[in-house]
């Protein structure tokens, strides 16, 4: 390709609205541009690196005997009634009305569509197990769509799905699907976690996530060096060491504490630690409303009490709407007396004498204890997990790093399957709802998810595989004939021989087009300029200071075997 007929409209200057460093080296490197929050086009070079991230993970599906399909991405209400999720999906789900008022949705995601799809195809054991997937476009309006393609409403997608006729045969695939996902990230050179995972509002019982590690990530991936158990946040379990308190039991007492609405003011003006008090916290959900406790000093993850209810509406209820039901404004909430069911953290099962509020404007109890002063209905681990935090494994303590989430696999069991009424006759003639997988990676993100991973101050640092080109040849001076002869003899060589080279014959500055390079981040450059008046060229990579110079005289034929093995011997 030459750089003088690519549409890649680069830009200096930083867009003042990129809020991570992906979007803006994809935006100014001309790889991406927003249409709307949420909303990209992808430029050539783009589309370019797209197509090399959706052939990879395709190639991968393939191998393990997953087929492709395609199916609508417009898709009727009726089917996501029948589950529940046109609720339970909530508002990231883009609804809206043909002209004759019948519901729709852009799907989201596919598990009620392929359901329904294949359960007039598929009806005996003898068919199974069979996995499908798709390379498509999703629709999720995001709460918040952000950090350009890490976060967007409209993205691609590739969701694959697989029918089973027992939990061993699931097993397998789950396991065919978790080492191609681990080929997928070994192929772009990617440092990445597979962590147990939450499996949400997608449901079934057991779930990894495919995390590649990025400062900016919006994961947290627990981790333990010890004995290699790995989790996310919204999952991460740990092993509790609260010390059993000895005191006795003191009189509770209901005391004044005006306006002291807050865990750090009540501290200070009762002078108790944080670790003392108690916080109560009231959700509400599809069975109504649960009081929640947790140590002051600590904080409860809204997944993992989602997870614990099997309820994926709960959600902390509005100051309204505990005035409401409690007659008290939030922040002097307590388990005593309260009027709903009252569950805990295990942080304050070994805890004696301490505060709660009054369940009355202006006023806390202190000591407070369960069991006598009131009852609590379930000891839960809803905490959410730091570092230092012991392994819930081998008790080492946990390390947290940052990553950002590429794919998800889930084992879905037959929660799809029954819901819709989809079933297979097995050996011995019996009706049985088949048992699903599902399995998702993100195409999209992962162009910018890699960006995460792999940049500099300059710009851009591709790997080979999904870079958009591998070889640049930048030829620093067209007005010079020989330069330009040279650089076309070399490109028309390497073009030939299979790699992908793209020249710089653009009537611009040397320095505009080193910039421009490193900023789109090719592999490998090539640089015809100055030094062809001493006959020679030089080789670089992308992430590496050291020069390598041909003398065309002698080496002229070693172009290609030296651009071959300097490319075999990159890693971003
Ligand atoms: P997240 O927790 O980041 O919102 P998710 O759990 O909702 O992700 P899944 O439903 O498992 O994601 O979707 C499968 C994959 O699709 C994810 O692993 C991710 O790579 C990608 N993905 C999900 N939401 C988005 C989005 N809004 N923009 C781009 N890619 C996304
Ligand atoms: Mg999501």
Redesign the pocket.
């Known amino acids: 390709m030459h750089w003088s007929k690519l549409y890649s409209p680069t830009l200096k200057e930083p867009p003042s609205d990129a809020d991570i460093k992906s979007q803006e080296l994809l935006i100014r490197g001309g790889f991406i541009r927003k249409a709307a929050a ?1 909303i990209y086009s992808y430029l050539p070079l783009g589309f370019r690196v797209l197509e090399k991230i959706t052939k990879i993970v395709r190639e991968e599906m393939n191998a393990i005997d997953s087929m492709e399909l395609l199916m609508p991405i417009m898709q009727p209400a009726e089917i996501w009634k029948i589950t529940g999720r046109w609720e339970d999906y909530g508002p990231e789900m883009v609804k809206f009305k043909d002209r004759n008022k019948r519901e729709f949705t852009l799907g989201p ?1 596919h598990e009620e569509m392929i359901t329904t799809l294949i359960k007039d195809g598929l009806k005996s054991y003898k068919q199974l197990p069979v996995t499908l997937y798709q390379i498509n476009t ?1 629709y ?1 309006d ?1 709460i918040r ?1 952000r950090f350009g ?5 409209e ?1 691609i ?1 590739k ?1 694959a799905y697989s029918f089973h006729t027992s939990y061993e045969s699931l097993d397998q695939t789950y396991k065919k699907m978790y080492n191609a996902y681990s080929k997928i990230c070994e192929r772009m050179d990617l440092k990445y976690f597979a962590v147990e995972a939450d499996t ?1 509002a ?1 449901g079934g019982s057991n779930s990894h ?1 495919f995390t590649i590690l990025a400062e900016n990530g ?2 947290n991936v627990l981790f333990c060096e010890q004995c290699g158990y790995a989790a996310t946040d919204e999952k991460a379990e740990y092993k509790p060491d609260y010390p059993e308190s000895k005191e006795e039991m003191k009189t509770l007492e209901l005391v004044k504490t005006p306006n002291m609405k807050k865990v750090e003011s009540i501290s200070d003006f009762l002078g108790v630690p944080e670790e003392q008090i108690v916080k109560s916290m009231v959700y509400t959900g599809r069975n109504g409303i649960v009081m929640v406790l947790i140590r002051g000093d600590l904080e409860i993850k809204e997944s993992k009490l989602k997870a614990y209810f099997g309820d994926q509406t709960i959600r902390k209820a509005s100051p309204e709407e505990v005035l409401d039901f409690m007659n008290i404004p939030i922040g002097y909430l307590g388990p005593v007396n309260a009027k709903c069911p009252v569950f805990a953290d295990l942080s304050v099962k070994n805890m004696r004498n301490y505060v709660v509020g009054g369940m009355k404007e202006g006023y806390h109890y202190i000591n407070a204890n369960h069991g006598r002063d009131f009852k609590v209905y379930d000891w839960i681990d809803v905490k959410v997990v730091t570092e230092g935090d012991l392994c819930p494994k081998c008790g080492h303590a946990l390390k947290m790093k940052k990553g950002i ?4 696999i889930f084992k879905l069991g037959t929660k799809y399957s029954e819901k819709l009424n989809a079933f297979y006759v097995d050996v011995d003639g019996s009706r049985k709802p088949f048992i699903m997988g599902c399995y ?3 195409v ?3 162009m910018a998810a890699v960006v995460e991973q792999f940049h500099d101050a300059n710009g851009i640092i591709w790997p080979r595989s999904i870079a958009p080109f591998e070889v640049v040849i930048t030829v620093v001076n067209i007005a010079d004939p020989e330069q330009l002869k040279i650089g076309n003899a070399i490109y028309e060589k390497l073009s030939a021989n299979g790699l992908e080279t793209l020249i710089d014959d653009r009537e611009v500055s040397g320095g505009f087009k080193f910039k421009d390079a490193d900023l789109i981040g090719i592999p490998l450059r090539i640089t015809v300029g100055r030094s062809l008046k001493n006959g020679e060229i030089e080789m670089k990579l992308r992430n590496s200071k050291d020069v390598v110079k041909i003398h065309l005289k002698e080496e002229y034929d070693n172009i290609l075997e030296t651009a071959k093995e300097m490319l075999n011997n990159y890693r971003p």
């Open positions: 949420g995601t999703k999720r995001e769509p393609l890490l976060r967007g409403r993205f997608m969701d949400g997608i996530e919006e994961s989430e590429v794919g998800q998702g990676w993100g999209s993100r992962t």
